[in-house]
């Protein structure tokens, strides 16, 4: 079964530059999670969707994130403009549920670097 | 605020030795513990989880073991093995906040042969 796919896989752009990272979910998860990991700051949760709609984007760090889940299979996380300081691996994961007793199942992580 | 602090960093330990990792939480009302695995260039994975029912919960050769009058649990790795060596995070959340974890800073683990 397929897991977490996101893409791409590795983002290298340019400080002032719109980037967007793209994720779909397991099938049939009904919520996902974005998150952004860095060694400074460890394991970051920026904003989670239930059934489709923003819950909590308390983590987003400043108006240059937004995040958007058109549909079930599908969202983004788009920075802009990006600077070098969102240079980070950004992860997606996605769970069945809410409820704490869902485990999150993560996609192996986009690696963007801004120079 | 660093809500769920992680000790040590890094760790190394030889083959067949335990490994031990601590955490220690601030917020009262978190009331689930996962920890979870992470191999280079992978995302997180869900390793094994406690509830403050219990004081242990062991699965293979890993154990959590949770204080909570310390506000403290940590992971237990027995007869450790170089496939072990990875980054374990523990974390925490609430019941009422569901999914929302809250994660430690990790701890690389280095097992040698």
């Known amino acids: 079964d397929a897991g977490v796919i996101q893409s791409p896989r590795h983002e290298v752009t340019e400080m002032g530059q719109e980037v967007t990272l793209r994720c779909k979910p397991i099938?049939?998860?009904?919520?996902l999670f974005w998150y952004r990991q860095t060694m400074m700051r460890g394991l970051e949760l920026l904003i989670y969707f239930n059934n489709n709609v923003p819950i909590d984007d308390s983590g987003m760090p400043e108006d240059r994130f937004s995040a958007k889940m058109p549909n079930a299979s599908f969202s983004t996380l788009k920075i802009q403009p990006s600077e070098p300081r969102d240079s980070a691996v950004y992860f997606c994961?996605?769970?069945?549920?809410?409820?704490?007793?869902?485990?999150?199942?993560f996609g192996p992580g986009t690696r963007l670097t801004v120079t | 605020q660093q809500q769920v602090k992680q000790s040590p960093q890094s760790l190394i330990v030889q083959k067949g030795g335990i490994s031990i990792i601590n955490c220690a939480y601030e917020n009262t009302a978190f009331d689930y513990f996962p920890w979870y695995q992470q191999f280079p260039g992978k995302g997180p994975a869900l390793l094994i989880a406690?509830?403050?029912?219990?004081s242990e919960k062991k699965e293979g050769r890993f154990t959590i073991s949770f204080n909570k009058s310390a506000k403290q649990f940590s992971l237990h790795i027995m007869d450790s093995q170089p496939g072990d060596s990875a980054t374990y995070f523990c974390?925490?959340?609430?019941?009422?906040?569901?999914?929302?974890?809250?994660f430690g800073g990790g701890t690389r683990v280095l097992v040698k042969p």
């Open positions: 974390a925490a959340s609430t019941v009422a906040a569901g999914n929302k974890l809250t």
């Open positions: 406690i509830r403050p029912d219990v």
């Open positions: 099938s049939g998860h009904n919520s």
């Open positions: 994961a996605s769970s069945a549920g809410l409820a704490f007793s869902y485990e999150q199942y």
